[in-house]
């Protein structure tokens, strides 16, 4: 009996020890994988960070362009400038917002001499 309880010691210990040493593999992973994702974090922030700096150059540019044949034509620039107006935005809107109800319409006005034949 004294065998099987050293023998039960003994597992118990060989036990311990792997669930001792499977903890310290978790968090070992866990901290590397920490370290990972923090290391991820900054390179999609620095990422992003870029890209917005390239889309502003990239606005810049094409604003940049627009103006310089403006210069050159004055029907272009003024079609530009109209182009570039919130009033004209917002009389584009309108219209497409009026076309969208109308089209909408169950039925259109009907004309008073198809009525009558």
Not at 11 to 25: T, Y
Not at 45 to 54: G, K, V
Request: glycine share 0%; net charge positive.
């Amino acid at each position: 009996m004294q065998k099987k309880k050293r023998l039960d010691r003994t597992d118990e210990v060989a036990l311990v020890l792997s669930v001792k040493q499977k903890f310290e593999v978790d968090f070992a992973q866990k901290a590397l994988l920490k370290k990972v994702a923090s290391h991820l974090k900054q390179t999609v922030a620095s990422n992003y960070h870029t890209r917005n700096i390239l889309e502003e150059q990239n606005e810049i540019l094409e604003r940049d362009i627009l103006e310089l044949r403006a210069q050159k034509n004055y029907i272009y620039e003024t079609c530009l400038r109209i182009d570039q107006s919130n009033t004209f935005s917002i009389f584009i809107s309108l219209c497409i917002v009026g076309n969208t109800l109308i089209l909408a319409m169950d039925t259109s006005p009907i004309n008073s001499k198809k009525e009558q034949t």
